[in-house]
């Protein structure tokens, strides 16, 4: 009895919280969970912030998550986060070094997507570093979406701005722009 009591115990842990250890490969294309409620509608306390507006191959960029909630409200329990082209659904680079209480998971390469590694509270302004690919990959968009708790979560939150690729050619037209830029404000200034 006792062990049938047990195991019923486990079954029903189980069956509770599923997905407590990260998000399921399922939900790698739609970054749906595979949670029983449906998506929030209202407006996400939760945003995502990137470090630049420009990428290098290789380089490593910094991609935040925050509440806009009181300290004593705010935080997620749950993550799937991944960098697409615009419009796509094909994640792009690797993520490396993730945050406590999150791992690195695979969709199509290993690593190019994070998720939660339990449904711990991961705190407002948590810190994720992407790696762009060793080549252009054109421009980048980071989208996640963010489970407070099981029964609440946003679908698909867009990151406050998406990122392009920064050749050679346009650094050197982004640094001549610069400099007339400059050069009429100077001339204005006289």
Same mark, same amino acid.
């Given at each position: ?5 047990? @195991?019923?115990?486990? #079954?029903?842990?189980?069956? $509770?919280?599923?997905?407590?250890? %990260?998000?399921?490969?399922?939900? =790698?294309?739609?970054? +749906?969970?595979?949670?029983v409620n449906p998506s929030q509608t209202a407006a996400s306390p939760y945003s995502i912030s990137v470090s630049v507006n420009n990428y290098k191959p290789g380089d490593t960029v910094t991609v935040?998550?925050?509440? /806009? ?5 705010? %935080?997620?329990?749950?993550?799937? &986060?991944?960098?697409?082209?615009? %419009? @796509? ?6 993520? $490396? ?9 695979? =969709? ?14 991961? /705190?407002?302004?948590? $810190? #994720? ?15 996640? +979406?963010? @489970? ?15 990122? +392009? ?24 200034? &006289?």
């Open positions: 009895q006792t062990v049938a009591l047990v @195991a019923a115990l486990l #079954f029903l842990a189980k069956e $509770v919280s599923p997905y407590g250890t %990260g998000a399921p490969a399922a939900a =790698c294309v739609t970054m +749906t969970p595979k949670h935040t998550v925050s509440d /806009s909630r009181a300290a004593d409200a705010a %935080g997620f329990r749950g993550i799937l &986060m991944q960098a697409r082209n615009p %419009g @796509a659904e094909v994640p792009l680079g690797t993520w $490396v070094n993730p945050p406590t209480d999150t791992k690195l998971t695979k =969709c199509t390469v290993d690593g190019d997507s994070v998720t939660h590694a339990n449904t711990n509270l991961k /705190s407002s302004g948590t $810190v #994720f570093k992407w790696k762009a690919p060793n080549k252009n990959v054109g421009t980048v968009q980071f989208v996640a +979406t963010v @489970a407070e708790m099981k029964e609440k979560f946003w679908l698909k939150l867009l990151a406050n701005k998406a990122i +392009t690729y920064n050749s050679a050619k346009n650094l050197r037209m982004n640094t001549v722009y610069l400099a007339i830029t400059a050069i009429v404000a100077l001339k204005a200034l &006289m």
